[in-house]
C-alpha cells in the first residue's frame, strides 16, 4: 500500500463491508450516506443464487494467408453500467464460501488498518488469499457467470470504490468482446477456452500430463492441433511442388523456340544446318526438364495421398471432439490452468514488483494508452512487427508462414511480459506460442516488446536445437556475451537488447554495442524503408548498407 492510505476507512466501504467499530474523534471518516443500501450480512455474501448469461468468445483458428495486422478502428466502447449495480461486491463474494469470507475479512483489516505495519502485513495475506478465491469462480466459469464476477476475474475488479470515478468510466469503456479476429484473451477468455477444450492448456509438469491423458477431450485437442499441423505443413510442402511444377513448365517453350531456328549450312545454304553448342545445351535443359516434371508428379500423386490420408483423420478428430461436448468447462483443468497463470503473473511482477491483486487506484496507469488492453496492445504488436517484420515468421520445411501468438492478458501491476512456450509440443509447424502481457504495467510498450523478444530468443533457440550456442543469432548472441566475460542469463540480456533495437536503433539512436548491432542488423533486420532512412543517419548505418552490399554482390548474404 501506498502513504496515502492513513488508516482511515471510506464510508461506503465502510457500509459495504459491514464495518460497525466506532471511528475515533479524530479519524475524519463520515458516517456513510443514507442514501446507500443496507450492508450486506454475512450470510447474504456466501448464500448460492442463481447466475445470469454472459457472452462468450469465440474461439480463432490459424490463417496462415494473412501477412499483417488490421489497424485498429476503435480502441473503446461506450460505457456500460458495470458499477451501476448496488449488489456489486455482493455478487462476487456469494457462493464462494470460506474462501470469499477470508478475503472479506481480510480486505475489511485492510482497509481499516491503524499503521503502515498493519496494512502491509494484511496486503500480503490479501494476495493468497485472492487466488484461492479465483480457484471458486474458475470453478463457476461459464457462459453464465454473473458480469460482476467475470469483472473480477478478467480486471482484478473486487470493489467499485478503490476505484476513482474517472477509472470505472475508463474500465466500463473497455470493449468486452473480441471482434478483432486475432487471438488476445483476457484472463477468463483464455480459462475459459482451456476448460471448454477448445485451446491446449499451457505446458506444465509431466504429472499434470499424465493426469490429462485421461481425460478425453484434452486427448482428442492434441490429436486435433497435431493432425492440423500435419495437414498444413503438408499443404506447403504440395504449393512448393507446384510452383517447381509450374516454373519448370514455362521454360519449355523458350527452350523449344531455340532449336527451331536453324542456321543456313555452311557449305550447302539450301540445306539447314545441325544443332550449334546453345541448341545441344537447350536440348539437354529440355531432356533433364522432362525427367524432373516426371519425378515431380509422381511425388506429388504421393503428397496428395498423404494429405488426404491426413485430412480424413483430422475431420474425424475434430467430430469426435464435437462428440465429447467441447463446449462445457472441465473445472479441474481450469484450474490448473488457473495455478499456471498465477505463475506467469509472479514473472510478470518480478521479485521486488507489486504482487497486490486488486485493482486499486494508485497503482493503475494515469492514461488510457498505457493500460494492457486488447486493443492497446494489438497496436503495439502491429508497430513492433512493422520494424521487425520476422518476429512472427516460422520456417518448416522450407516454408515460411506467419503465427501470431496466443496472448495472454494478466490483470497484474507486472512490469515484464513473457513468453511461456514458442509453440505447442504436438505442433510445432504451425501452433501459436503463448506469451503474457500484464494489463497494469510501469510502460506497457516495453513490456509488449520485452514478451516478443523472449518469444523471438525463444523460437531462435528451438530451431537451433542442441547447437543453439553456435548456430542462429542466439549462437552468434552466446558467442558475443561469453567473449565479453559476462555473467547472467544471456537470454535477459538479449532481451534487453532487442528492446533498444526496436525503441532506439529504429529512430537512429546508436545505444548497442557495435558488434550487437551487426548481428541484429543481419538477423533481424529491418525493413527497406527504414534501412534506407538510417542509411542517411549517421556513418555507422551507412558502413552496414555498405556491407550488406558487398553481401549480396559476393552471394555470402
Known amino acids: 500500500m501506498t502513504e496515502k492510505y492513513s488508516g482511515e476507512i471510506d464510508p461506503e ?333 509472479k514473472l510478470s511482477c518480478g521479485r521486488q514488483g507489486n504482487h497486490f491483486p486488486l485493482m486499486m487506484k494508485q497503482y493503475l496507469p494515469p492514461r488510457q494508452e498505457d493500460v494492457g488492453t486488447r486493443e492497446n496492445v494489438l497496436a503495439i504488436m502491429a508497430e513492433v512487427e512493422h520494424l521487425d517484420p520476422g518476429v512472427f515468421q516460422r520456417t518448416f520445411k522450407g516454408m515460411a508462414t506467419r503465427i501470431v501468438p496466443h496472448v495472454i492478458l494478466l490483470p497484474s501491476y507486472g512490469e515484464y511480459g513473457l513468453c511461456w512456450e514458442p509453440f505447442e509440443k504436438f505442433n510445432r509447424s504451425t501452433s501459436r506460442g503463448r506469451i503474457a502481457i500484464p494489463m497494469y504495467p510501469k510502460n506497457l510498450k516495453q513490456a509488449v516488446i520485452f514478451a516478443l523478444g523472449d518469444l523471438r530468443w525463444q523460437v531462435a533457440k528451438e530451431k537451433a536445437g542442441y547447437r543453439w550456442m553456435e548456430e542462429g543469432i542466439t549462437g552468434w548472441y552466446y558467442q558475443w556475451f561469453t567473449d565479453r566475460g559476462l555473467r547472467g542469463d544471456v537470454r535477459e540480456f538479449f532481451i534487453q537488447d532487442y528492446i533498444l533495437w526496436i525503441t532506439k536503433e529504429s529512430e537512429g539512436t546508436q545505444k548497442l554495442d557495435k558488434d550487437i548491432r551487426g548481428i541484429f542488423w543481419r538477423n533481424i533486420p529491418f525493413p527497406d524503408e527504414v534501412r534506407d532512412t538510417l542509411k542517411n543517419r549517421g556513418f555507422v548505418y551507412s558502413e552496414l548498407c555498405k556491407k550488406d552490399i558487398n553481401r549480396s554482390l559476393s552471394d555470402g548474404y
Open 13 to 345: 466501504i465502510a457500509e459495504l463491508l459491514n464495518f460497525t467499530s466506532p471511528p475515533s474523534k479524530d479519524s475524519g471518516v463520515k458516517s456513510a450516506p443514507s442514501g446507500l443500501p443496507s450492508a450486506p450480512s454475512f450470510d447474504d455474501l456466501f448464500t448460492a443464487k442463481p447466475n445470469k448469461a454472459l457472452s462468450r468468445d469465440p474461439a480463432s483458428d490459424v490463417d496462415l494467408t494473412v501477412k499483417t495486422f488490421n489497424p485498429i478502428q476503435e480502441f473503446w466502447g461506450a460505457p456500460q453500467p458495470y458499477f451501476e449495480n448496488k449488489d456489486y461486491y455482493k455478487i462476487i463474494l456469494k457462493d464462494g464460501g470460506e474462501t470469499a469470507a477470508r478475503v472479506h475479512k481480510i480486505l475489511t483489516e485492510l482497509m481499516n488498518a491503524p499503521d503502515p505495519e498493519a496494512r502491509g502485513q494484511a496486503r500480503l495475506r490479501l494476495v493468497p488469499a485472492w487466488w484461492d478465491f479465483l480457484g471458486t469462480l474458475v470453478r463457476d466459469l461459464s457462459p453464465k457467470m454473473e458480469q460482476p464476477k467475470a469483472l473480477a476475474l478478467r480486471f482484478g475488479a473486487l470493489l467499485p470504490s478503490l476505484l476513482s470515478p474517472e477509472q470505472r468510466q475508463m474500465v466500463s469503456c473497455i470493449k468486452w468482446d473480441n471482434r478483432t479476429g486475432e487471438p488476445v484473451h483476457y484472463f477468463d477468455e483464455w480459462l475459459r477456452k482451456v476448460g471448454s477444450g477448445e485451446v491446449v492448456p499451457l505446458a506444465t509438469d509431466e504429472e499434470f500430463k499424465a493426469v490429462k491423458k485421461s481425460q478425453d477431450n484434452g486427448i482428442a485437442l492434441q490429436r486435433v492441433e497435431k493432425l492440423q499441423g500435419q495437414v498444413q505443413a503438408q499443404s506447403g510442402l504440395i504449393q512448393l511442388k507446384i510452383q517447381e511444377l509450374s516454373d519448370l513448365e514455362n521454360s519449355l517453350p523458350s527452350q523449344a523456340e531455340l532449336l527451331r531456328q536453324h542456321a543456313r549450312h555452311p557449305r550447302f545454304a539450301h540445306l539447314a544446318d545441325v544443332y550449334n553448342n546453345a541448341q545441344k545445351s537447350s536440348l539437354t535443359t529440355i531432356q533433364e526438364t522432362v525427367k524432373r516434371l516426371a519425378v515431380l508428379d509422381r511425388e506429388l500423386t504421393v503428397s496428395f495421398s498423404d494429405l488426404e490420408k491426413f485430412q480424413n483423420e483430422l475431420d474425424q478428430a475434430r467430430q469426435r471432439l464435437d462428440d465429447s461436448g467441447g463446449s462445457v468447462v472441465d473445472a479441474k483443468t481450469a484450474l490448473h490452468e488457473l495455478s499456471s497463470l498465477r505463475q506467469m503473473a
